[in-house]
């Protein structure tokens, strides 16, 4: 018989999730929302048919702790990995201004047909990426140590 984990049983580790349906991305698009990345850090790979994010996202599952402690918030760079990825596009996002920092707010699936649907990536200042994937794989890994929030704060829109 499986037993649902305990409060205690948590512990500060590197995340390392994965959503394969709408319900399992929320958790993720949580985690990953006010994240920040150069544009440098967002690949395609179409033979791989992945699509990826070096992000440096706030730490929302660590800041509850943060403020009862009256420690530093955090931020830690993590890779979100969108797999099955046919076709992408974006807009509102200047691909050739290599200084561009985006700021992600939220991520979503629109599902189509049969699993397949699209990955839609919300930024800051009206820009969205839109992957059509053939089916839902998204996954998020913390890849660094978390480091101190450069603002001190948290973002304001908070989940």
Not at 18 to 38: K, S, Y
Not at 102 to 119: A, C, K, M, N, W
Request: aromatic share 6%.
């Amino acid at each position: 018989m499986t037993e649902d984990a305990r409060f205690e049983d948590g512990r500060e580790a590197p995340l390392y999730l994965g959503a394969l349906d709408a319900e399992d991305l929320g958790v993720l698009a949580a985690l990953v929302q006010d994240a920040v990345f150069p544009i440098t850090e967002m690949t395609w790979r179409p033979k791989a048919r992945q699509f990826a994010l070096l992000l440096n996202r706030f730490r929302w599952e660590d800041a509850p702790a943060a403020e009862r402690r009256s420690r530093s918030f955090e931020r830690v760079q993590s890779v979100l990995s969108v797999e099955n990825v046919l076709r992408v596009a974006s807009q509102g996002i200047d691909r050739g201004d290599k200084d561009i920092i985006l700021s992600l707010l939220s991520v979503s699936f629109e599902p189509g047909e049969d699993g397949t649907g699209h990955v839609l990536l919300t930024l800051a200042g009206d820009g969205a990426i839109r992957l059509q994937v053939e089916a839902l794989d998204v996954t998020l890994r913390d890849v660094t140590r978390p480091y101190q929030a450069p603002s001190g704060k948290a973002p304001e829109h908070g989940a």
